[in-house]
């Protein structure tokens, strides 16, 4: 069963950039088989995709976020990583890492909430 | 960029009955769409891909159906553990997807 475990740190000041973990197991994050995606869900809000990594490397943002996102992948360690520059408080939300295969996320993180506060 | 819409954006409703939550798409998308159930403080599940397919362990009372603009949860009859919000999410638009603004469905 694969499982994935978000893990960062939960609070992250105004203009800072916001940098989290998802540890894959149960299965290879190098399986040509599936995209590794973030995505994010302010209090009390909607389902909002970031963006997501193959394990070569090659990745797609939302346009909305592109210009302060980074998402990395360590095939080694079966990880990959979300970076958030010059957050605010509208970047406060509970954050997921997703499996995606074939377009439909299949297993997801628990979530972290990160709050962005001086 | 393809929007998605749900209707209605809540409802109550009681154990038993039957609810009925529609998607619709901004422009076809074919059959690519999943929908999703997230329950308060925890990840959204997987319920249908494929706007019709249900995935394995989901009880049988969850249909998906619509191709195209238009789409359709249903639950048959409503248990007290599907109170919840659902969201659809469409992957015709690849690489980029999209999710609905969700349906909160509570208690009557």
């Known amino acids: 069963q694969v499982q994935l475990q978000e893990s960062g740190p939960g609070l992250v000041k105004p203009s800072q950039t916001l940098s989290l973990t998802c540890t894959v197991s149960g299965g290879s994050i190098s399986s040509g088989d599936y995209y590794w995606s973030w995505i994010r869900q302010p209090p009390g809000k909607g389902l909002e995709w970031i963006g997501y990594i193959y394990y070569s490397g090659s990745t797609y943002y939302n346009p909305s976020l592109k210009s302060r996102v980074t998402i990395s992948v360590d095939t080694s360690k079966n990880q990959f990583s979300l970076k958030l520059s010059s957050v605010t408080a509208a970047d406060t939300a509970v954050y997921y890492c997703a499996r995606i295969q074939l377009g439909i996320l299949d297993y997801w993180g628990q979530g972290t909430l990160v709050t962005v506060s001086s | 960029a393809i929007q998605l819409t749900q209707s209605p954006s809540s409802l109550s409703a009681s154990v038993g009955d039957r609810v009925t939550i529609t998607c619709r798409a901004s422009?076809?998308?074919?059959?690519?769409l999943a929908w999703y159930q997230q329950k308060p403080g925890k990840a959204p599940k997987l319920l249908i891909y494929d706007a019709s397919s249900l995935e394995s362990g989901v009880p049988s009372r969850f249909s998906g159906s619509g191709s195209g603009t238009d789409f359709t949860l249903t639950i048959s009859s409503l248990q007290p553990e599907d109170f919840a919000t659902y969201y659809c999410?469409?992957?015709?638009?690849?690489?980029?997807?999209?999710f609905g603004p969700g349906t909160k469905v509570d208690i009557k």
């Open positions: 999410q469409q992957f015709n638009s690849y690489p980029l997807f999209t």
């Open positions: 422009q076809g998308i074919s059959s690519a």
